[in-house]
């Protein structure tokens, strides 16, 4: 991301802290705007000028999309007042803004659900490539999404309809995992993927929490994988840092080390 758009984002992060009353509508209101400017290439350009006036963004804004949330009307303001260093950008942070809005009005499981669709989606190549593919319609595509979507709360199913609708290039699993760690962020908190040998019980869970904690300076939500491979211990990602204290680690240090 660019300068100017890190800035930009900035200052749409603080407008969502600000914002009263959010909700999945307004959330929901964002993602589909987004959904339109991104189907729009002059819309799109328009939006992202950086000499253009910001108030006439904000008409333009208006105009296009009639009758909308107050919150998410006001938000969208913000977001196509800012200066973006691409149009892309500008587009990236308006979905970023819908799924944050979406998060901060919700108690659903978000994460844990994106989780699970996402190793759903891991599971079975061809409905990855499906999802993922440029051809075939948005409609088909979230109609496809409903099959790993059975039982999801209303704020995930919005999420992933969203994100299988315009994934922009990007994998479908690429877009799950990024959704998780903004719905994560948005609620104050990182995400861990835990991988156990066999799962792990509520004390264990509690120490896990309490060394990223200490490690990262807060809290994390904790995703776990079962994995009978690593033998015993435990091996933990968050973002691109791993923990590794598995059993195979340390066999696979000592064979190196007898056979050096």
């Known amino acids: 991301m660019g300068s100017a758009s890190r800035v930009a984002m900035i200052s749409a992060k603080a407008a969502v802290a600000k914002s009263n009353g959010l909700n999945l509508v307004a959330g929901a209101a964002i993602l589909s705007v987004g959904r339109a400017i991104g189907e729009t290439p002059a819309l799109r350009a328009a939006l992202a000028n950086p ?74 190549p061809e409905l990855e490539l499906a999802l993922s593919a440029k051809r075939g319609g948005a409609e088909a595509k979230r109609t496809l999404a409903d099959a790993v979507l059975n039982g999801a709360s209303d704020s995930t199913t919005e999420i992933v309809r969203h994100l299988v609708s315009q994934p922009r290039g990007r994998r479908i699993r690429t877009l799950l995992s990024q959704a998780q760690q903004i719905v ?77």
Do not use: Y
């Open 51 to 124: 000499v253009a006036d910001a108030s006439a963004k904000a008409a333009l804004i208006d105009s296009v999309v009639g009758a909308l949330d107050s919150s998410a009307k006001s938000l969208l303001h913000v977001i196509v007042g800012e200066r973006w260093s691409s149009a892309d950008e500008m587009l990236a942070g308006v979905e970023e803004i819908g799924l944050r809005v979406i998060a901060s009005g919700s108690s659903d499981p978000i994460e844990t659900e994106l989780f699970t669709i996402a190793r759903a989606v891991a599971a079975t």
């Open 184 to 260: 994560a962020d948005q609620q104050g908190r990182g995400v861990a993927i835990v991988t156990v040998a066999s799962p792990l019980d509520a004390a264990q869970r509690d120490r896990i929490a309490s060394v990223l904690r200490a490690r990262f300076g807060r809290d994390h939500h904790i995703d776990e994988i079962v994995d009978d491979t690593i033998v015993g211990g435990f091996t933990v990602e968050v973002g691109d840092d791993t923990i590794d204290a598995s059993i195979r680690s340390r066999l696979t240090e000592l064979s190196s080390k007898l056979a050096g």
